[in-house]
């Protein structure tokens, strides 16, 4: 599963904005009228801002200009926004995760354990909604590479309801108890966990995250060792408790990162955002240059 996603290698990771002195007035407007990009993207549309001494957000927000490939750009407060919703989408589905998960290491009949049984679904439905947030916000350069991740995790979400409504429900058990006893189901919910592992092969590969590189292997070894059942009980808890573990420290870095990283070259989703026609100027005014 991680072999399928290598194209990310080649396609979306970011490479790493420059920061630069924040230009003169002069030199801003110039910019902005030689790429035709800008500062900010709203919903798909591009808006040509000058960063001028007379501009009130400028006076405003003290912040640091990076050279993209296409062009100046700099952080928004819509941008950190997003990075924030991002990130803590992120720390959800870690959280539900692990708080689930761990019922499988508390002894049989201990009243916590019996508790987080009793709420699996809740949490199981908390941490996907966490993970779908994430997916809709993650930055990556092209658009059919982030489309994809997003349909596994639809895909994942109605495999996951069918499989819930359909088969646990009238067997009166949880969906995380009947996927366990009926490894088949790993079919109708993997992918949603395919989509995760897309997410942190991203992450690994982008920002060099070791805890991110080995979830890559992690997951897909775990679902495919269940699926199959040529996995001891004990392999599968230990790589289990390994997820869980990793699963934590990846989403608690994640806020040690500075909000940037988490945007990538923004000019590059400017330029995504441009009319062909604007793209071919910009092309030919750049190779000029």
């Known amino acids: 599963m991680a072999a399928a996603l290598l194209s990310i290698k080649a396609l979306s990771s970011p490479p790493t904005p420059k920061p630069s002195p924040s230009p003169t007035r002069k030199s801003a407007l110039h910019s902005c009228h030689d790429f035709s990009v800008v500062s900010r993207v709203s919903r798909g549309a591009v808006k040509c801002q000058a960063l001028g001494e007379g501009s009130q957000q400028t006076q405003n927000i003290d912040r640091t200009v990076y050279r993209g490939i296409y062009g100046p750009w700099s952080v928004e407060p819509s941008d950190v926004r997003e990075v924030i919703l991002y990130r803590s989408g992120l720390v959800t589905a870690a959280t539900s995760f692990v708080i689930a998960s761990s019922a499988a290491f508390l002894p049989d009949g201990a009243s916590l354990g019996d508790v987080i049984k009793q709420n699996s679904d809740l949490l199981y439905a908390i941490g996907a909604g966490g993970l779908g947030l994430s997916l809709f916000l993650i930055h990556i350069y092209v658009t059919p590479i982030k489309r994809t991740l997003q349909a596994l995790w639809a895909i994942g979400v109605v495999g996951s309801l069918g499989t819930y409504v359909s088969l646990a429900r009238p067997l009166d058990e949880s969906l995380i108890q009947y996927v366990l006893t009926h490894p088949n189901a790993i079919w109708l919910v993997g992918p949603l966990f395919a989509s995760l592992t897309g997410l942190v092969f991203k992450e690994g590969l982008c920002y060099g995250k070791l805890e ?78």
């Open 212 to 289: 991110a590189g080995i979830l890559t292997f992690v997951i897909p070894t775990l679902l495919l060792g269940h699926l199959s059942g040529l996995m001891d009980d004990k392999v599968k808890l230990g790589l289990l408790g390994l997820w869980m573990v990793l699963f934590t420290v990846f989403a608690a870095r994640k806020f040690t990162q500075p909000i940037k990283d988490d945007i990538g070259d923004k000019s590059v989703f400017m330029f995504n955002a441009l009319p062909e026609e604007e793209k071919m100027a910009l092309r030919r005014k750049l190779e000029e240059q």
